[in-house]
């Protein structure tokens, strides 16, 4: 009987030392949580200090929960910071060319401006509202295109066709820059889903890329391979060692740092964007030679 009294006794002292450790443990997560909710940035996480088989789990998820929240903060802290430099760049590029357009009102009112200056003023201006009507279309349309406002009209599109004519438009200004484009011979007949729109925009974008930063030389080729199309733009370009290739989709991602040119960094963007939405995919890499290629991967191309 004694012994069965001296067991029942030493029982309850383990329950009741396991139930304090237990209840100090739950406190010493509690405070571990309130460390890591008032830090700032943190990479630290609950831990267990007696290891009981209870809290183990209940730790996994806290910690799971810790871990998501910290790479969330993460991303927020990026996006914001990058919101901030996109706007930076946004306010750059309406300001550029509005101030141009003032500063030449100025001086056409100005009583010692001649005819003949206020009519080059005119032109002057005339072009910068262009600019600027430009630059306010496409940051819409990127908004729109973001936000989903864009609806899909797909069909069969051949591109060779749409393509030599869109290049056709262009001959004037590839001949300005003295810039000659060779279409392969070779090129077989590709023909595409797509929304005829969003594709014409798509490869207006691409030109007016290669006429911005190219030189010398553009090639264009088609290809099909197991029922996969492909179609390479490929430009000689002298701005090899500025050019960062992981970032030219970015949104207001340009060459010209100094954003003077009248680039917003924007053609690229939406036509990769375009391009998802119809459900092909665009790709650039740029060799130690200076050749900047685009590459269009066509789905389910015949």
């Not at 798509?202 to 264009?220: A, T």
Request: glycine fraction near 2%; charged fraction near 25%; aromatic fraction near 8%.
């Amino acid at each position: 009987m004694e012994i069965l009294t001296g067991i029942f006794i030493l029982l309850v002292i383990i329950l009741f030392v396991r139930h304090y450790l237990l209840v100090k443990d739950i406190k010493d997560i509690r405070k571990q949580l309130e460390v890591i909710q008032e830090a700032e940035e943190t990479n630290q996480i609950v831990t267990n200090p007696h290891n009981f088989f209870e809290l183990n789990r209940l730790i996994q998820v806290i910690n799971l929960d810790i871990v998501r929240n910290q790479a969330n903060l993460v991303q927020y802290r990026a996006n914001e910071q990058m919101l901030k430099e996109q706007m930076t760049n946004i306010s750059h590029d309406l300001r550029t060319p509005l101030a141009s357009i003032l500063g030449y009102f100025e001086l056409m009112n100005d009583e010692e401006t001649t005819e003949e200056e206020k009519q080059q003023y005119l032109k002057v201006i005339q072009k910068r509202s262009k600019l600027l009507q430009v630059l306010i279309a496409n940051y819409y349309d990127l908004a729109r295109i973001e936000s989903d406002e864009y609806p899909l009209q797909m069909r069969t599109i051949h591109v060779n066709t749409m393509l030599a004519e869109i290049l056709a438009t262009f001959y004037y200004d590839f001949s300005n820059k003295c810039m000659n484009v060779e279409v392969s011979q070779d090129s077989p007949s590709l023909h595409v889903l797509a929304d005829e729109k969003m594709l014409h925009r798509v490869f207006i974008n691409l030109i007016q890329n290669v006429l911005k930063h190219g030189c010398e030389e553009c090639k264009i080729a088609h290809q099909i391979n197991d029922n996969h199309g492909f179609t390479k733009i490929t430009n000689k370009t002298s701005k090899v060692e500025d050019m960062e290739i992981e970032q030219v989709f970015t949104r207001l991602y340009s060459l010209d740092k100094t954003r003077n040119t009248g680039s917003a960094g924007i053609g690229l963007t939406i036509a990769h964007l375009l391009l998802e939405k119809m459900g092909h995919q665009i790709t650039a890499d740029i060799d130690e030679d200076g050749w900047f290629s685009i590459t269009i991967y066509w789905n389910h191309a015949i």
